[in-house]
């Protein structure tokens, strides 16, 4: 009724290789952009801007990245902090070494860092597969980190390994209220979001998913295995060092090696189970998932403790957390083993034939 | 060359202490094709169960061992009904995520119902050089060469009781007809199906000796390093010894844990102060992921065959 495509005819091949082929989607994307620039830098508190919408996209962009080389070229990593982390240290160095150059620039440049380092990481999933693909990603889970930490220079030789980020500063234009780094996020994360859908519509994408599928036949109907497997590693830790440097220049503002460890891979795998495996839309929602969920569980936890009454044990909260991670991961891959944008297809679904029902 | 023994030799016994939480990924695996990420967790509970029982419920020593054995039979079973038998048939990366999701589940369950503590845990083994153990039994210790001299007494006990383990198993395996049913499974699932063997059942049993190779190693681990959360990370430890071993492989998680332990121990010692210390946490990844390249199956794993 309210989501329906009939009538909507495509007239030429380009109207049917668009991304948002039915009106009612354009509408929809561009009411959430309006929402996204022009509402929210207006009317959000600086809270919500810090705390909930800046970590919302840092993590939606690591988990695009993830997305790419996991849910589309099918290689499993859990490695994705350790690739954060050369993002954010590459940028730190970028813009310490070379102080006139933009972030924008220094962004960039980190990005490609970190697709260096992940392509070399990514060339032993040219022998292996599977699980020793994803124990061998490990490797650079406590590698990366540990070397981050022991080379000095990395961190300038700061003491305690923690590293301050400079100011975000662009052809003179600093961004230093939460507004204004939002913004620049946004716009980021919202580039590489499209350039991320087209790169899984294009010929490149349809290989990952080809060599996702089975390896061997991918390879039988002449695509190049090695090639196509290091290019998902160098774009998706591009998009990781770039969710990195992002991480530590927008959202915390000083960080350390250590911060990037296996918990926060395994945040953005949940993410990606949770969202959708093999999805765009799915690393947005998931990440959102994610990131509110602990919020809420805070919140729910100490409100209903104070309408019980009770006194809440020292941790509670982070054991509710684990259970509730866990139980969520297990609950996702078991019944909607494709995650949050499955079950928004499915909406969409009911949406069109709604209130009839077939 | 006595101190390179000693060292070497530490490092085989403390790789015997990787073998003892690898063995119980290999189980499942063999048995069931899945990659069991939550083994580590199931090591903390075991162990946390075992000390909880004792504190919080005063229970004596045997009681306390029967009463988490039983409650880690029950958390395997649970987890292959409740968790795996909906995914039979899915890709084995669904399979190997949902047991991260386990891993975080279990690690929840096993503080939700134990606390947060530190707790020490006492069996009663003496940690120190054997030559004082030794003496202190009265025993005349000048026939033991000084390289043995300086082994762990601990340690040693607890190579004993891996072996012990492995024993055990492999008579299982071996001679009693649930093993042989077992092997049957971990050959072909179908097969095994087709001549009768109740599948379901099967892998009931394989988790609950799972459950009972992580008490063992919970057991060991915990009176070495205490029983706290970062208990989990052993496992962590074991996934280098499995890569190196192969998956499906029990001599492989032995073998691979000894090759890990001596490895370790002896890089931390002669390449470890070039880089300035600390390298025991990536050197054992770096050293399978090295061998991995040559031999993609591990040592003892099955050489897979592709057919498209």
């Not at chain 1, 929602?285 to 990131?291: H, M, P, Q, V, Y």
């Amino acid at each position: 009724m309210f989501y329906r495509e009939a009538g909507q005819f495509k007239k030429s091949y380009k109207e049917d290789q668009a991304i948002l082929p039915i009106l009612q989607d354009k509408i929809g994307v561009v009411v959430i952009l309006l929402i996204a620039f022009v509402a929210i830098p207006i009317l959000a508190s600086d809270y919500w801007l810090t705390a909930i919408l800046i970590p919302f996209l840092v993590f939606s962009l690591a988990a695009l990245g993830l997305n790419l080389l996991t849910g589309y070229a099918g290689q499993l990593s859990l490695g994705t902090a350790a690739f954060m982390a050369v993002g954010a240290f590459a940028a730190y160095n970028f813009e310490l070494r070379l102080p006139y150059m933009p972030a924008l620039v220094s962004f960039v440049l980190a990005g490609l860092t970190t697709a260096i380092v992940g392509i070399a990481f990514g060339i032993p999933s040219l022998r292996i597969r599977g699980f020793y693909l994803a124990v061998a990603t490990l490797a650079a889970q406590f590698f990366i980190p540990w070397l981050l930490v022991k080379v000095g220079w990395f961190t300038n030789y700061s003491s305690s390994g923690v590293i301050t980020t400079q100011p975000i500063e662009i052809l003179g234009f600093v961004f230093d209220s939460p507004a204004k780094r939002y913004f620049l996020v946004l716009s980021i994360v919202a580039f590489l979001a499209l350039v991320a859908k087209n790169l899984v519509r294009s010929n490149l994408g349809r290989a990952w998913m080809a060599v996702r599928d089975m390896d061997v036949a991918a390879e039988v109907i002449g695509i190049k295995i090695m090639r196509t497997k290091l290019i998902a590693f160098g774009v998706s830790s591009f998009y990781c060092g770039v969710a990195g440097a992002l991480y530590a220049y927008a959202y915390l503002g000083s960080v350390e090696p250590d911060g990037f460890n296996l918990d926060l891979s395994f945040r953005i795998l949940f993410m990606i189970i949770i969202g959708g495996i093999g999805s765009i839309m799915g690393s947005f929602l998931g990440a959102a998932f994610i990131t509110l969920l602990p919020i809420f569980l805070d919140i729910v936890i100490n409100e209903g403790a104070e309408i019980l009454n009770l006194k809440l044990a020292a941790g509670v909260t982070s054991i509710m957390q684990l259970l509730v991670f866990g139980g969520l991961i297990i609950f996702f891959l078991i019944v909607e083993p494709l995650g949050l944008a499955r079950l928004w297809q499915i909406a969409k679904e009911k949406l069109r034939l709604w209130p009839f029902p077939h | 060359m006595s101190f390179f023994l000693e060292v070497l030799i530490g490092g085989l016994l403390a790789g015997i202490m990787y073998s003892l939480v690898a063995l119980g990924f290999v189980l499942i695996y063999k048995a069931s094709g899945v990659f069991n990420f939550a083994q580590g967790a199931m090591v903390f509970f075991a162990a946390l169960t075992f000390v909880g029982a004792q504190e919080k419920l005063g229970f004596p020593i045997w009681a306390a061992l029967i009463f988490s054995l039983i409650l880690m039979i029950i958390l395997g079973v649970l987890t292959e009904k409740v968790v795996l038998r909906p995914l039979v048939n899915q890709p084995p990366i669904s399979l190997f995520m949902v047991t991260i999701g386990l891993t975080f589940f279990v690690e929840g369950l096993a503080q939700l119902m134990w606390g947060t503590k530190v707790y020490p845990l006492e069996l009663g083994i003496p940690d120190e050089p054997i030559a004082i153990t030794l003496t202190r039994w009265g025993l005349n210790t000048d026939a033991v060469p000084n390289v043995l001299k300086e082994i762990n007494s601990f340690d040693l006990i607890a190579a004993i009781v891996a072996g012990t383990l492995v024993a055990a198993l492999a008579i299982f395996f071996q001679i009693t007809r649930v093993g042989r049913a077992l092997r049957a499974v971990a050959d072909d699932h179908q097969a095994a199906l087709s001549v009768g063997i109740p599948l379901k059942t099967i892998w009931a049993i394989v988790w609950s000796v799972a459950g009972f190779v992580a008490l063992v190693a919970g057991l060991m681990w915990g009176a070495r390093n205490g029983v706290q959360f970062a208990l989990v990370f052993v496992a962590l430890k074991a996934l280098p010894v499995l890569i190196l071993g192969g998956f499906d492989s029990v001599p492989g998680a032995i073998v691979g844990g000894l090759i890990i332990g001596a490895l370790e121990k002896l890089a931390e010692v002669y390449i470890g102060p070039y880089f300035g210390g600390g390298i025991e946490i990536w050197f054992a990844y770096v050293a399978a992921l090295l061998f991995l390249l040559v031999r993609p199956e591990g040592l003892f794993g099955e050489k897979q065959i592709d057919r498209v």
